[in-house]
Every structure is written in C-alpha cells, then in structure tokens.
C-alpha cells in the first residue's frame, strides 16, 4: 500500500531577490553579488578523502526522493570567473556515509539580467537529505560559487511504503520549549509512542498520543523551559518502527 505521490520543486537559494515579472524569461537570475555562494577559502571536506576544499553542503531536514535539478552560476558581471565549472555530487541519508552521484559540468553565466541557467544533474528518483556539492575547477577566478539550485523533489509525507510503516520529521529544531512533529502512517489507529532523552541516555519524557484523520501535525510538549541547552534525542515509535531525531535545545 502507498500513498498517493506528488512531485514539486524545491529552490535552493542564497538571498531573496526582488520580484521581476518576465514573459521572456520566466527564470532569469539576477546580476547581484550577494545572490548567490561564495566561498575564498579551502575548508576540511565533509568527505575526509577529498581534503580540503570549496564545498557546500545542503541539509535538506529528511530524507526527500530527488530527481532534476537546475542551476544558476555565479552572475556578477565583474565576477563570472569565479563561477564553478568542473564539480562532484555526493548524497547522504545521515551525512557521514557518501555516495558519489557523478562528476558534472556547469557553463559559465552571461552577466545578464535574462540569464536562465542550465539543467543540472539528475538525481533519478535517489532518496537523500544531504546534498554536498564539490567544485574542482571555475573559470579562473580566486573565488568559487554559483548562484542558485532547484531540486524536483517527491513530498515523503505523500508516499509511505509499506516497510517504513511511517514519515515523521520534528520541528523546529533548535527548539526552545516544545515541537510539532510532522507524522503520516500506514496505521492511523496504532497508537503513537514518543520519549525524549538526554545525551547520556537518560528519559526525559515519555508519553503516548492517538493520531486524528485527516491531521498530520502534532505538538509534543517537551517542557523546554525546564530542559539545559544542548543536545537531546527524541524517538518516535509505532507498530515496532521507530524514527530517531537529534534535537537541540536553545536559549529563549
């Protein structure tokens, strides 16, 4: 059994723009500087065998069902070197293990306010939260960057396979007192389990509520006003399936 699926776009951009309205060029990008990723100096790659490099690394919050993307390049016109050329694509679920999507090709931006792009990698239906892209070559500049990325990507909460038995994400995250969780299941009349622990293991809280028909978000009230700042662990389980989210606690 799954639930019925939906397909929409998620734009991943730097700095709001203002709005332009364009027959011609319904996807033009901007000629500003600050619209866009920029990075000057190497860092440590979140993939220890790539060293030190440019990168940036998309945490997307779950783990979403990828499939086209397209890209804006770095469109400054003084700075259209600095746009990437040659770069990898890896993916993640947990961030720590890679998988390695292929090494691509971006062409160099126009400089022009009707500049729309070029397709990006396909993702071919690769479920991911983490997206780390890696340049390794622009077009001469000291700097590297690109302006804007879109991912098609498939809503988890409007597909639920059978063995996963449930969706469930938690937000926000920082939280300060309580969370929404964001929950669809398979078995809406299976109660819901939920504990929270501290990083040593210990129960916070636990506690138990029964899904509504029709509702998909929840509160849990985790008391955040009585909790220190750090770092927690909030399980979720229904029918034997459990779901794991790390949760930081800040400041008010």
Avoid at 146 to 162: A, G, H, N, Q, Y
């Amino acid at each position: 059994m799954m639930k019925k699926s939906h397909l929409y776009i998620l734009i991943l951009s730097f700095l709001s723009t203002p709005f332009i309205s364009a027959q011609c060029y319904p996807d033009r990008h901007s000629t500003n500087w600050f619209d866009g990723w920029v990075s000057c100096e190497k860092s440590p790659n979140p993939i220890a065998s790539y060293g030190e490099t440019h990168w940036i690394m998309y945490d997307l919050g779950y783990n979403y069902v990828l499939n086209e993307t397209k890209l804006w390049n770095a469109n400054e016109p003084k700075n259209l070197n600095y746009g990437i050329n040659e770069f990898n694509v890896d993916y993640s679920l947990d961030g720590v293990t890679w998988t390695n999507l292929g090494a691509f090709n971006l062409e160099q931006a126009s400089g022009l306010s009707t500049y729309e792009g070029s397709e990006g990698p396909d993702f071919n239906a690769t479920k991911a939260r983490f997206v780390l892209i890696t340049p390794t070559s622009n077009f001469g500049g000291d700097c590297y960057g690109f302006s804007e990325l879109k991912m098609s990507i498939t809503d988890p909460f409007l597909v639920v396979e059978e063995a996963d038995v449930f969706n469930a994400m938690a937000y926000p995250n920082p939280f300060i007192n309580n969370v929404t969780l964001r929950m669809v299941s398979l078995d809406e009349n299976a109660p819901v389990n939920y504990a929270l622990y501290d990083i040593l293991g210990r129960t916070i809280i636990s506690n138990t509520f029964n899904m509504t028909e029709g509702n998909d978000t929840y509160e849990l009230p985790l008391h955040g006003n009585t909790l220190s700042i750090g770092i927690y662990i909030l399980k979720i389980t229904q029918n034997e399936k459990e779901r794991s989210f790390k949760l930081i606690k800040k400041e008010y």
